[in-house]
């Protein structure tokens, strides 16, 4: 797509959680300056200016508990993609979550010197329940998985997270009320098993980027939990109690360090709905699409891909939200506290070499300097990183 107005082109891609979002955020973010040669700017400092922008555009950005930053992250960066010339994107799934008048606000800062497109990927629902219940208990939820389908179900009013997030058409209407369906894009995700690049390839397009123009050969996170794993996870997160807040310090030592670091790396039996439910999933996953073809949106895909054969991924002999025994649970618990005992001792070595190398900086630096340019290291990159290491560990943060 190439850019026909002398004003900037913003995509805001605004969802949905669990739809292939971090992977295609990792490809942008960790080639952000190639991207830019080729015509796309990502608008900030560091994609997690696009998480803060997120809580300022909710209303939630005054709450003491996050970042200070986050307060008036939205118009910071909004003016510095009005200040753009071609292509920009503001990308999180987290934007999903606002409410009609919160997004046409966001929309509406944008509107008067930007052509606003607002994207959204989607993924089957008998896929996004068993993810979203994985992505809940990562952030501190104790919900059984056999507990949290049925609140899928019984939600007829539609306000849970989980039908604010994911219902597509939602999203769509929400953040696309005062935009013309044309610039409105859902790019599907494949059905399972696809070749992954397949979605970069849909998505770049739609934002005007050549898909060939980044690498996509990274290393894969958030990843899924096999149901021991969840199971593991949802008894520590009952163990903690109040312990470890949500916002505060739990996604930094749980999330990033046990689910992510950790559970994601061992196999783990693979979650599946009940027959019923994945009927139910199907169901409501063909309304959505139908609602979707009734917008006239922009379909990057197929809404085929949205709507999977009914039995696909139903368990057939055994119950699927059975617990797994105390015994197997006992042998995840050990091989996943020698394994974090293990992490643990590697970061550990690594603030140590850092607190040294800054404490050397700091109390002879000609002689770090002379060290480093022998060693041809660059100097200045390294006392950058040693600096925010120690700067983010007074935070109490994990450095990026």
């Known amino acids: 797509m190439a850019s026909t107005s002398a004003r900037p082109r913003v995509f805001l891609h605004v969802g949905s959680p669990k739809t292939g979002t971090t992977f295609l955020q990792d490809v942008l973010w960790s080639q952000r300056e190639r991207a830019a040669e080729h015509g796309l700017r990502l608008p900030g400092e560091r994609f997690h200016d696009h998480f803060l922008a997120t809580l300022d555009v909710r209303g939630l950005a005054d709450d003491p508990a996050y970042p200070e930053r986050a307060r008036g992250m939205w118009d910071r960066l909004a003016a510095e993609a009005l200040s753009s010339d071609g292509n920009v994107l503001i990308s999180h799934e987290l934007f999903a979550g606002a409410n009609a008048e919160q997004a046409r606000r966001a929309v509406a800062r944008l509107s008067g010197g930007a052509e606003v497109h607002v994207v959204v990927t989607a993924r089957d629902h008998v896929r996004q329940i068993s993810a979203e219940w ?19 179900r019984n939600d007829t009013a539609r306000t849970s997270w989980f039908w604010q997030v994911q219902d597509y058409a939602g999203v769509l209407e929400r953040w696309g009320a005062d935009l013309p369906p044309e610039r409105l894009h859902l790019v599907t995700v494949p059905p399972s098993g696809a070749d992954p690049t397949i979605l970069w ?35 520590v997160n009952l163990e903690l109690g109040e312990r470890l807040p949500l916002p505060g310090p739990y996604p930094l030592v749980v999330k990033n360090v046990l689910a992510h670091r950790i559970l994601e790396a061992r196999s783990g039996t693979r979650l599946a709905l009940a027959a019923e439910d994945q009927e139910y999933a199907v169901a409501e996953s063909r309304a959505v699409a139908d609602r979707l073809g009734a917008m006239g949106v922009d379909v990057v895909g197929d809404l085929a891909d949205l709507v999977p054969t009914t039995g696909s991924g139903a368990a057939t002999d055994t119950d699927p939200y059975a617990v797994p025994p105390d015994a197997t649970l006992l042998a995840e618990g050990v091989a996943t506290i020698a394994d974090l005992l293990v992490v643990l001792n590697e970061r550990r070595a690594a603030v140590q070499r850092a607190d040294d190398l800054a404490t050397t900086a700091q109390e002879k630096p000609v002689r770090f300097a002379l060290v480093q340019a022998a060693e041809n290291r660059p100097v200045l990159r390294k006392l950058r990183s040693a600096y925010r290491l120690a700067k983010a560990r007074r935070r109490g943060e994990q450095p990026d």
């Open 134 to 152: 994985q992505e809940h208990v990562k952030h501190r939820s104790a919900a059984s998985f056999g507990g949290f389908v049925e609140g899928v």
């Open 201 to 235: 390839d849909r998505f770049a397009r739609t934002i005007g980027l050549d898909p060939a123009a980044l690498d996509t050969e990274l290393e894969r996170s958030n990843s899924s939990l096999g149901a021991e794993q969840a199971e593991l996870l949802r008894r």
